[in-house]
């Protein structure tokens, strides 16, 4: 877990999407049900970019500006996912599960707030 990313937390962000609500993962052909972006000029532990789901937000977007509740932790990946929203709005931890397993649930994770 990078320090840098757990500093994050309360933060607020802005997201560029590049897999925006609706869209199609360019390999591995499923649907995006949420936005997902990154955080411009950060690194994550994979080299690229800090990738965010954002939540809550039900169009798709191509940049948004919020708060991260938390980060989902791979324990078995070296690429930490921000979980950003509305100022103000927090899903459980189960909701957020619920809403990024179409990607998560091929990794083992922790959420961490």
């Given at each position: 877990m990078d320090e840098k990313n757990l500093s994050l937390i309360g933060k607020m962000v802005t997201v560029k999407m590049d897999r925006p609500l609706g869209s199609r993962h360019p390999k591995h052909?499923?649907?995006?049900?949420v936005n997902y972006g990154y955080i411009p000029n950060t690194i994550?532990?994979?080299g690229e970019e800090?990738?965010?789901?954002v939540l809550g937000e039900h169009s798709p977007l191509e940049e948004f500006r919020g708060e991260v509740v938390a980060i989902i932790h791979r324990t078995n990946d070296d690429d930490d996912k921000l979980v950003v929203m509305k100022k103000g709005r927090n899903y459980s931890d189960d909701q957020i599960r619920?809403?990024?397993?179409f990607q998560e649930q091929y990794f083992d994770s922790v959420i961490i707030r």
């Amino acid at each position: 877990m990078d320090e840098k990313n757990l500093s994050l937390i309360g933060k607020m962000v802005t997201v560029k999407m590049d897999r925006p609500l609706g869209s199609r993962h360019p390999k591995h052909n499923f649907i995006y049900p949420v936005n997902y972006g990154y955080i411009p000029n950060t690194i994550s532990g994979d080299g690229e970019e800090l990738d965010a789901y954002v939540l809550g937000e039900h169009s798709p977007l191509e940049e948004f500006r919020g708060e991260v509740v938390a980060i989902i932790h791979r324990t078995n990946d070296d690429d930490d996912k921000l979980v950003v929203m509305k100022k103000g709005r927090n899903y459980s931890d189960d909701q957020i599960r619920a809403l990024t397993e179409f990607q998560e649930q091929y990794f083992d994770s922790v959420i961490i707030r």
